[in-house]
């Protein structure tokens, strides 16, 4: 995956169940660590600098409508 995000841009991920969302901001919040490969926030490297990478999530849930019973 490569991803760029400017400076003060809000970004949105949808995808079906599995696809892999939770694990990719867990990486971007460095509260998990690449098996393989590399990750980098703001040209850092997470695995060398992971508190100088920490970038803030959000997380939503959708909940079902309401019914009129």
């Known amino acids: 995956m490569d991803l760029t995000v400017a400076q003060g841009e809000l970004v949105a991920s949808l995808s ?13 919040c460095t509260t998990l660590r690449p098996a393989t490969g590399h990750a980098q926030v703001a040209g850092a490297d997470i695995t060398r600098a992971p508190t100088t990478c920490a970038a803030g999530s959000v997380a939503s849930f959708r909940s079902p409508l309401p019914t009129n019973t």
């Open 16 to 28: 079906p169940n599995g696809a892999g969302k939770s694990p990719t901001i867990g990486l971007v």
